[in-house]
């Protein structure tokens, strides 16, 4: 990759770590839900003043870059990716965690260009962990090289009456987990780009593999994704869960 996005990327850093010290303050004080359109569908004031705060700075940054996050997509914003250079951002993955206390919430941002993700961050803030990844130079956390586990016996982070099962309650940590080689496969029908797109290039640059529930390629706009240490168990979990279809997040606005 052309060396041209790594200022991006250390902006994208600068702004996850500025992100999570207002995730972590009002964590103590302001963690009231202003809607919640189902029992895990939950959104605060922080996850709002969070994405303003990092569309603000890349604003000023980057006047040109495009943006798809969660809170400006449900305020109706559409969730087209194009060949631009895109933030794609979570500000809160992990909202019911944040409103419990529980403590795994996290910042993901992924950037793409030509609807390939560059590089992905996910600041786990209260573990105070920095994944990053560059397409084609590797993934880390704080500085320190991710691989993924060569285990073949799995320990899976979501549902399945197969597999050892562990959850964090955030897509974007159950992926890094995956990529540092603690989990062996995360997979889930139901994310949101938003969640997947940081923590997909964590996995695939941790020498991990990405695909889609029905064995397939990847695609980050279906809502769907299997990520495992190795093809063999991404291709069992394949095979052991029983698939289906959501609307797409790029799918057209309902007038
Ligand atoms: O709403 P949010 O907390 O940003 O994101 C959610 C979390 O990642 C959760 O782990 C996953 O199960 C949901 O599918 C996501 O929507
Ligand atoms: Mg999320």
Request: charged letters at 25%; hydrophobic letters at 40%; glycine letters at 8%.
């Amino acid at each position: 990759m052309a060396d041209v996005w790594q200022s991006s990327m250390d902006h994208a850093v600068a702004v996850a770590r500025k992100a999570g010290e207002m995730v972590r303050g009002a964590l103590k004080d302001d963690r009231t839900v202003m809607t919640k359109s189902s029992a895990v569908d939950l959104v605060t004031q922080t996850d709002q003043k969070v994405e303003q705060l990092i569309i603000q700075s890349v604003k000023e940054k980057f006047p040109t870059h495009r943006f798809i996050g969660e809170e400006s997509v449900a305020a109706g914003e559409s969730c087209n990716l194009t060949d631009d250079p895109t933030w794609i951002i979570d500000p809160i993955d992990g909202t019911t965690n944040f409103v419990h206390a529980f403590p795994f919430v996290a910042v993901s941002i992924g950037f793409s260009v030509n609807k390939q993700v560059e590089f992905g961050v996910v600041y786990s803030c209260l573990e105070d962990k920095m994944f990053t990844a560059r397409r084609g130079r590797g993934a880390f956390c704080n500085g320190e090289p991710l691989q993924v586990s060569e285990q073949t016996d799995a320990l899976v982070t979501h549902l399945t009456c197969v597999f050892r099962v562990r959850g964090a309650g955030t897509a974007a940590i159950n992926m890094c987990l995956v990529a540092s080689g603690c989990a062996e496969a995360y997979y889930e029908i139901g994310i949101h780009v938003w969640d997947v797109a940081a923590g997909s290039l964590i996995v695939s640059e941790a020498g991990g593999v990405l695909l889609d529930v029905d064995g397939g390629d990847v695609d980050l706009m279906s809502r769907r994704i299997v990520a495992a240490n190795n093809r063999t168990i991404a291709e069992r979990i394949v095979k052991e869960i029983e698939s289906f279809t959501l609307q797409r997040d790029d799918a057209p606005l309902q007038s």
